[in-house]
């Protein structure tokens, strides 16, 4: 067990709903990530929060947006949901060194889009 | 895109063999990690090598890093059932604070 925390386990939306998903980072981590992880493949790097600051996105479009709190914990919030964006999202916590160091992750939320 | 790229992307072996994963990438890198993933849930942190290394050990893992030919291996010896799962190499590139995953192997181990 890592320590990292998500909820919710599973989610159910139809396209065009708006989704927030939650994660609880290890104690003492101030950096989270969130991956996306389409069924067969890898998981794709959405953003990184650091300090309640963005610090880092990948190639997703701005109706992926987060938020990270005082405690570190972190909102991945999608909006106009689309077919597409059905997938396991994970979330990983890591000390932020400027360099990708060893991350731990949650068990991810599933979300499907219908 | 992925930068990574592990092959094979499936691996069927049987418990107390050898089994070998290799990846490839395409820029500058800090570190390579590698994670493991049972039945599509969390990622387990297994093991990361820096750039300047070229070999790195842990119980019955171990990987390679050849930064001359941005690739990497995995070798998990004496498998077991229960080392089945996905197996995914991540990369680190330079000035950049991201993770890069590529696709994976899955990793069958019969008893």
């Known amino acids: 067990e890592t320590g990292v925390t998500q909820s919710p386990t599973h989610l159910i939306k139809t396209r065009g709903q708006q989704v927030t998903l939650r994660c609880s980072s290890q104690?003492?981590?101030?950096?989270v990530s969130w991956y996306q992880q389409a069924l067969g493949q890898g998981p794709q790097f959405i953003f990184q929060?650091?300090?309640?600051?963005?610090?880092g996105r990948g190639n997703f479009p701005p109706r992926f947006s987060g938020l990270q709190f005082p405690n570190y914990s972190s909102e991945l919030n999608v909006n106009a949901l689309e077919l597409d964006d059905s997938a396991l999202y994970l979330c990983?916590?890591?000390?932020?060194?400027?360099?990708?160091?060893?991350?731990?992750f949650g068990p991810g939320t599933r979300l499907l889009v219908l | 895109s992925q930068q990574g790229e592990e092959d094979p992307q499936a691996l069927s072996i049987q418990e107390g063999e050898n089994a070998t994963m290799n990846c490839s990438y395409k820029?500058?890198?800090?570190?390579l990690q590698w994670y493991r993933q049972n039945s599509g849930r969390g990622l387990v942190h297994l093991i990361l090598?820096?750039?300047?290394?070229r070999e790195k050990h842990s119980g019955r893992l171990r990987v390679t890093l050849d930064t001359s030919k941005k690739s990497s291996s995995l070798l998990i010896t004496a498998s077991r059932a229960a080392d089945t799962a996905s197996y995914f190499c991540?990369?680190?590139?330079?000035?950049?604070?991201?993770?890069?995953f590529g696709a994976g192997t899955r990793l069958a181990v019969h008893p």
């Open positions: 929060y650091y300090r309640e600051e963005e610090n």
């Open positions: 990983a916590s890591s000390l932020e060194t400027g360099r990708a160091e060893t991350q731990y």
């Open positions: 991540a990369t680190a590139p330079k000035g950049y604070n991201k993770l890069i």
């Open positions: 104690s003492g981590h101030n950096t």
């Open positions: 820029t500058s890198i800090n570190n």
């Open positions: 090598i820096r750039s300047n290394e």
